[in-house]
C-alpha cells in the first residue's frame, strides 16, 4: 500500500514541477498566439478593402471632377458661341441697308418651318427653321433661326416641335429666347417606336427694335428634332401686333 502511496505522490510532483504540465501549457500559449494573429491578418484584410475602396472612390470622384469641368468649359464655350452669333447679327443688321432700317415697316411677320429631322444638336444649340412660308418684312433670317425685330412693340410668337422615338423613350424641349433670356419652353415626347409627338408653346412679349429673338434646344432634353418636307410639324411663327409708336 505504501508502494502505490509513493507512485501516487511521485506522479502528482511529476505533473506539478512541469514534466507533462509544460507541453501542454506552451501548447495553450500557442493556440492563443494563433487566435491574435488570425484575428490581426483579419483586421488588417479589412483596413486593406477599405484602403482599396477609397482609392477607387477618389478615382471616381476625380473622373466626376473631371467630366463636370469639362462640361462647364463646355457651355461656357456654347454661350460665347451664342452670343457672338447674335452680335453679328446685330452688327448685320446695323450694317446691311433694309427697308425696317430705314423706315418703320407696315407689316413685320413671318412663318418658318423645319424641312428635315436634326440630330446631335449641342445644349442651347439654335434651332434653324430653313424654310419660309412668310416673311413680312425680311426680320427672319433663315440661315441662323434668328428674328430681329425692326421696330419695338408687342408681338406674338408661337413654335412647335416634334419628337421621334426610334430607340429609347424620347424627348425634345424647345425654349424661345430674347437675346439672351428665356421665356418659355415648348415640349414634346414620344413613348412608342416611330410615334410622333408634338408640343408647342405661344407668348406675347414687348421686344424692342433691334432684339433677337430664336429658339433653342434646351440641354436638360434629347438632342433630336424631327420634321420632314411635306409634313412640316416643326415651326417658328412670329408678328408684330402693335408698335410702341402707334400708341403715341
Same mark, same amino acid.
Request: charged share 20%; net charge neutral.
Given at each position: 500500500?505504501?508502494?502505490?502511496?509513493?507512485?501516487?505522490?511521485?506522479?502528482?510532483?511529476?505533473?506539478?514541477?512541469?514534466?507533462?504540465?509544460?507541453?501542454?501549457?506552451?501548447?495553450?500559449?500557442?493556440?492563443?498566439?494563433?487566435?491574435?494573429?488570425?484575428?490581426? &491578418?483579419?483586421?488588417?484584410?479589412?483596413?486593406?478593402?477599405?484602403?482599396?475602396?477609397?482609392?477607387?472612390?477618389?478615382?471616381?470622384?476625380?473622373?466626376?471632377?473631371?467630366? &463636370?469641368?469639362?462640361?462647364?468649359?463646355?457651355?461656357?464655350?456654347?454661350?460665347?458661341?451664342?452670343?457672338?452669333?447674335?452680335?453679328?447679327?446685330?452688327?448685320?443688321?446695323?450694317?446691311?441697308?433694309?427697308?425696317?432700317?430705314?423706315?418703320?415697316?407696315?407689316?413685320?411677320?413671318?412663318?418658318?418651318? &423645319?424641312?428635315?429631322?436634326?440630330?446631335?444638336?449641342?445644349?442651347?444649340?439654335?434651332?434653324?427653321?430653313?424654310?419660309? &412660308?412668310?416673311?413680312?418684312?425680311?426680320?427672319?433670317?433663315?440661315?441662323?433661326?434668328?428674328?430681329?425685330?425692326?421696330?419695338?412693340?408687342?408681338?406674338?410668337?408661337?413654335?412647335?416641335?416634334?419628337?421621334?422615338?426610334?430607340?429609347?423613350?424620347?424627348?425634345?424641349?424647345?425654349?424661345?429666347?430674347?437675346?439672351?433670356?428665356?421665356?418659355?419652353?415648348?415640349?414634346?415626347?414620344?413613348?412608342?417606336?416611330?410615334?410622333?409627338?408634338?408640343?408647342?408653346?405661344?407668348?406675347?412679349?414687348?421686344?424692342?427694335?433691334?432684339?433677337?429673338?430664336?429658339?433653342?434646344?434646351?440641354?436638360?432634353?434629347?438632342?433630336?428634332?424631327?420634321?420632314?418636307?411635306?409634313?412640316?410639324?416643326?415651326?417658328?411663327?412670329?408678328?408684330?401686333?402693335?408698335?410702341?409708336?402707334?400708341?403715341?
Amino acid at each position: 500500500m505504501a508502494f502505490y502511496n509513493y507512485i501516487f505522490v511521485f506522479v502528482v510532483f511529476f505533473l506539478m514541477n512541469g514534466g507533462i504540465m509544460k507541453p501542454v501549457v506552451a501548447q495553450q500559449i500557442a493556440t492563443k498566439d494563433d487566435d491574435i494573429l488570425k484575428t490581426v &491578418l483579419q483586421e488588417l484584410k479589412v483596413i486593406k478593402n477599405e484602403l482599396n475602396n477609397c482609392k477607387s472612390s477618389n478615382s471616381k470622384l476625380q473622373d466626376e471632377v473631371k467630366r &463636370l469641368k469639362d462640361e462647364i468649359d463646355r457651355l461656357h464655350v456654347k454661350h460665347r458661341i451664342q452670343l457672338k452669333m447674335i452680335t453679328e447679327q446685330k452688327r448685320d443688321n446695323k450694317d446691311t441697308p433694309s427697308c425696317y432700317n430705314t423706315q418703320s415697316p407696315s407689316r413685320v411677320a413671318f412663318t418658318a418651318y &423645319l424641312d428635315h429631322h436634326m440630330t446631335h444638336l449641342g445644349d442651347n444649340q439654335a434651332i434653324v427653321y430653313n424654310k419660309i &412660308l412668310l416673311n413680312a418684312g425680311e426680320a427672319y433670317n433663315i440661315h441662323n433661326g434668328m428674328f430681329t425685330a425692326p421696330i419695338s412693340g408687342v408681338y406674338i410668337f408661337s413654335w412647335s416641335c416634334t419628337a421621334r422615338r426610334t430607340g429609347s423613350s424620347f424627348d425634345i424641349w424647345v425654349t424661345l429666347v430674347v437675346n439672351s433670356a428665356t421665356q418659355t419652353t415648348a415640349v414634346a415626347e414620344s413613348q412608342s417606336t416611330y410615334y410622333d409627338h408634338q408640343g408647342s408653346s405661344t407668348v406675347i412679349i414687348h421686344v424692342n427694335k433691334g432684339d433677337i429673338v430664336w429658339t433653342k434646344r434646351l440641354s436638360s432634353g434629347g438632342a433630336e428634332i424631327h420634321s420632314e418636307t411635306e409634313r412640316r410639324v416643326s415651326s417658328f411663327t412670329g408678328a408684330l401686333l402693335s408698335s410702341d409708336a402707334s400708341l403715341t
